[in-house]
C-alpha cells in the first residue's frame, strides 16, 4: 500500500480526473485510477478533506494506491501530467504551518516522530506533535505578557508616581517567571538527549580494551580484536538503547607516539570524534603500573568517565579501584551495568526522566536560554528601572515567540523543512 497526496485550490479537479466523481469529506471510496486515455492502471481508495480541515489546511485528497513502484509511479506521473508538482522535502507541513494547523514547534515534531530512534523517543515526538511542548511555552508567554501590561501601563501614567517594582511584586513575579523559564528549559535539554541520543567515544591507549567493551556493549562482534597494538585503525560505532535514550557508541584508534602514517590517521581522527563526544570514556588497563593520565589532544571541556578495563585479568586480593573510576570486563561483563548507568549520569539524564517529556531541538534551547538571560537581567534592576525592566521583558517574550515559529525569518523555515521526508 502506499499513498498518494494531492494538496492545494486544483487538487480536487485533478483527483476528479484520475478517479471520478469523489467521495464525500472525509469518507474513503473505492475507485479505478485512469490514465490520460481513460484505461485503468490501478484501483485504490481516494479520500477527500477540504479546507481549513485538513493536514495542510487546503483542499486535500488522498489516493491509496498499490505499493509496488509502477502503479505509485504511474498515479505521480498522471498527476503531474493534470498540473500537479512533485512536493518539495517537508512541504506539506510547511503549508499546514504557514496555513496555522500547526506552530514551528509541532511541525518539527513530525519529522522527529519519523526520525525516532527508540519507543521513548516516539512517545515525547509524540507529546511535542501533540501541543504539550508548545502548551507550556504559551503559558510562559502569558505570564510575561501580564508583567508587561502591567510594566507599559505604569510606564504611560508616570504621573502615578508608585515603585511599580515593589507595589506590584514584581521582583517576586520575575523569579517565578525565571524559575519557570528554567524549568522547562530542563526538560527542553532532557528532550534534546532523547532525540539526538549520548554521544560516547572510547579512547585510550592501545590494547586496553576499547574494541573489546565496543563489542560487548553492542551484542555483537564490530571491531577487529588481536592481541596487536594499533589493530584500530579508524572509527567503528554501534547505537545502543539505555533507558529509551539512543546512545551512540564510538571506537577509535588507541592514541601514542606512532610513526605509521596510517595510524597517526586513525588518531587524528580519534581527536576528531573526541571533540564532538557528549561523554568521553578514558580507558587505562586495571593494575597497569603506569599512572593514569589523559591521551593528549582530548578536549578539556568534555564530560570524562574514567575505566580501567580487563578486570577479570586481576588477581582476587587486588586492591579497590581509585575513587571515580569504574573497573569493567569485556569478557565477564562486571561493572557495565554501573558504567551504563554513569553514561546516562554524565549526560544528565535521570531514571525514567522519559515520561512525560518533550523532544527538543538545540533551537529551543537557545531560544529558552536567550529568555532565561533577559529576565535574569530584569532582576538586577533597581529602583525606578521600569522601563529597563519592560525591554528586558519584551526581548524574553520575543525569545519564547521563537519556539513557535512566529518570529521565524524564512531562512530558518527553509533549513528546518529542507530536512523533512517528501511527503511530509
Not at 239 to 244: A, F, I, N
Amino acid at each position: 500500500m502506499a499513498i498518494v497526496r494531492l494538496s492545494g485550490p486544483h487538487a480536487e479537479t485533478i483527483a476528479e480526473a484520475v478517479a471520478g466523481k469523489l467521495p464525500a469529506v472525509r469518507t474513503a471510496r473505492l475507485a479505478l485510477f485512469r490514465d490520460e486515455s481513460g484505461e485503468p492502471f490501478d484501483q485504490g481508495l481516494i479520500l477527500r478533506f477540504q479546507a481549513p480541515a485538513s493536514y495542510t489546511g487546503e483542499n486535500l485528497v488522498e489516493f491509496h494506491c498499490h505499493g509496488g513502484a509502477v502503479p505509485r509511479q504511474a498515479l505521480v506521473q498522471r498527476c503531474v501530467s493534470l498540473g500537479a508538482r512533485v512536493a518539495e522535502p517537508g512541504e506539506f507541513s510547511l503549508r499546514a504551518f504557514l496555513n496555522g494547523r500547526l506552530d514551528l514547534a509541532q511541525a518539527e515534531a513530525v519529522a522527529d516522530l519519523i526520525d525516532a530512534d527508540s519507543g521513548s523517543a516516539a512517545r515525547a515526538a509524540m507529546r511535542s506533535l501533540q501541543g504539550d511542548f508548545s502548551g507550556r511555552v504559551a503559558k510562559l508567554m502569558a505570564g510575561l505578557v501580564d508583567l508587561r501590561v502591567l510594566l507599559e501601563a505604569a510606564i504611560d501614567f508616570p504621573e502615578e508616581e508608585l515603585d511599580v517594582l515593589r507595589e506590584y511584586q514584581v521582583r517576586e513575579r520575575l523569579q517565578q517567571a525565571l524559575a519557570d523559564v528554567a524549568s522547562v528549559r530542563e526538560s527542553a535539554r532532557l528532550g534534546r538527549v532523547l532525540r539526538d541520543g549520548i554521544q560516547v567515544v572510547l579512547v585510550g591507549p592501545p590494547n586496553v580494551g576499547k574494541s573489546s567493551l565496543l563489542n560487548r556493549l553492542a551484542g555483537e562482534t564490530l571491531a577487529i580484536v588481536t592481541d596487536i597494538p594499533g589493530t584500530t585503525r579508524d572509527t567503528v560505532r554501534c547505537e545502543l538503547v539505555l533507558d529509551g535514550v539512543p546512545v551512540h557508541v564510538t571506537d577509535t584508534a588507541g592514541l601514542r607516539e606512532s610513526s605509521d602514517p596510517v595510524e597517526r590517521i586513525g588518531m587524528e581522527r580519534t581527536r576528531s570524534a573526541a571533540r564532538g563526544a557528549d561523554v568521553l570514556l578514558v580507558m587505562t588497563e586495571a593494575g597497569a603500573s603506569a599512572p593514569r593520565q589523559n591521551p593528549e589532544g582530548l578536549p578539556p571541556e568534555a564530560l570524562q568517565i574514567q575505566v580501567e578495563s580487563k578486570a577479570d585479568l586481576l588477581p582476587a586480593e587486588a586492591a579497590s579501584p581509585p575513587a571515580g573510576v569504574l573497573r569493567v570486563s569485556a569478557h565477564t561483563g562486571h561493572g557495565l551495568d554501573a558504567l551504563r548507568q554513569a553514561i546516562l549520569n554524565a549526560a544528565g539524564w535521570r531514571e525514567g526522566a522519559g515520561e512525560g517529556l518533550f523532544l527538543a531541538r538545540q533551537r529551543h534551547l537557545d531560544a529558552l536560554d536567550t529568555a532565561c538571560r533577559h529576565l535574569a537581567t530584569a532582576l538586577e534592576f533597581e529602583g525606578p528601572t521600569v522601563d529597563l525592566v519592560a525591554e528586558e521583558l519584551r526581548l524574553a517574550h520575543r525569545s519564547l515567540e521563537a519556539v513557535g515559529g512566529r518570529m521565524s525569518a524564512d531562512a530558518l523555515l527553509g533549513e528546518i523543512f529542507s530536512r523533512f521526508c517528501i511527503g511530509k
